[in-house]
């Protein structure tokens, strides 16, 4: 069914999304790939989107090789299955490039965490730090930045600079306590925080572990410092999913969204994967903003080309340099190529 621009304008600006019925007898897998071919587009996908989604994407990964594959793609267009923060990331790189996310709606509570106004007052009160931010953040909050970080290269970068300069960690509190703790710095937080991974249990996980004597207990470095005080490894998506594959342990409880067991399961289908419990009986640790992303909307944004990151070019070009710099680092480092 073909719908006027019109209409489908009105459709993505009311909710973010084209909600058009789809033939429910297309092949979606078949239909996606031949957009693909047709547009030239390439699909990033986080790895905490839902599996099908995961199946069909071209390159799957955690921020930091989302942000690398971004700057590296030869395509026209950019499909983004991830949060807005990452399509923005990818638009910052790719001003040429048509840049879409299935869901505008699809943000990130991180993100939301930290208003570019409140952290412009912030950062006034500390003229002498230099501040470094996790990726998961607006281009605002990245025009405010002197270096984008992630959750994969954070230590590495904080450690590259003299130990006695003062930095401003923003925005995640979890993140920045932890690298302090690592790097034994004094950076000061912006109390900022993920609701997926501030919802975990350390009661319950106490008790899976005992009942689990045999699992490793692994966790995402933007849990609360309890529950990492715990764990047997820490790290990035990628730094954990390496981990489930090269540890002998047959078990692993997962502090994390749960998307990445769907990696873990099908890299090591005879391992067990036992997603830590949060602190009630919702499955809160789904990201809703990750969840958003279904793969009908993959298929209606490709087919359509909306809804489109576009951005302020002044606003792109100040968010741009501390991503740079990350991405220069991490070369140095050998974090990625
Ligand atoms: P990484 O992709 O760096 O592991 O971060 C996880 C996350 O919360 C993304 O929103
Ligand atoms: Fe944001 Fe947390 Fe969802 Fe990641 S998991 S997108 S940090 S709310």
Redesign the pocket.
């Given at each position: 069914m073909e719908v006027s621009s019109e209409k489908i304008f009105a459709q993505v600006s009311k909710n973010g999304f084209y909600d058009v019925e789809i033939d429910p007898r297309l092949d979606l897998f078949e239909e996606i790939n031949k957009l693909k071919k047709e547009k030239n587009a390439v699909i990033l996908a986080?790895y905490?989107q839902e599996p099908d989604i995961q199946d069909i994407a071209d390159y799957i990964g955690?921020?930091?090789g989302l942000a690398q594959a971004a700057a590296n793609t030869k395509a026209d267009i950019i499909v983004f299955a991830g949060?807005h923060f990452m399509a923005e990331t990818a638009k910052i790189l790719n001003p040429n490039k048509k840049v879409l996310l299935p869901d505008l709606r699809a943000g990130?509570s991180l993100s939301d965490s930290c208003p570019p106004q409140l952290f412009k007052k912030f950062k006034d009160k500390h003229p002498d730090h230099i501040v470094i931010s996790y990726i998961?953040c607006s281009a605002g909050i990245k025009a405010l930045s002197d270096i984008i970080c992630?959750?994969?290269n954070a230590k590495q970068i904080v450690d590259s600079l003299p130990i006695d300069q003062k930095i401003i960690f923003a925005p995640d509190k979890n993140l920045g306590a932890y690298i302090n703790k690592q790097s034994g710095r004094n950076m000061v937080l912006w109390n900022g925080a993920?609701m997926v991974h501030e919802i975990f249990s350390l009661e319950k996980i106490t008790r899976l572990k005992e009942r689990h004597p045999n699992a490793k207990f692994i966790a995402?470095p933007?849990c609360e410092e309890a529950v990492l005080g715990i764990a047997d490894f820490i790290g990035?998506?990628?730094q954990l999913l390496k981990y489930t594959e090269t540890n002998t342990s047959q078990e692993f409880i997962v502090a994390t969204?749960t998307g990445i067991l769907h990696q873990m399961q099908q890299r090591c289908p005879n391992k067990t994967f036992i997603p830590a419990p949060p602190n009630n009986s919702c499955a809160c640790n789904d990201c809703p903003h990750m969840k958003l992303n279904t793969l009908e909307k993959l298929y209606l944004c490709m087919k359509y080309e909306q809804p489109e990151i576009l951005m302020d070019e002044e606003l792109r070009l100040a968010a741009k340099k501390p991503i740079d710099k990350m991405l220069e680092l991490s070369k140095q480092f050998g974090l990625i190529t």
């Open positions: 986080h905490y955690d921020s930091l949060v990130c998961n992630t959750s994969g993920c995402h933007e990035s998506t990628t969204e």
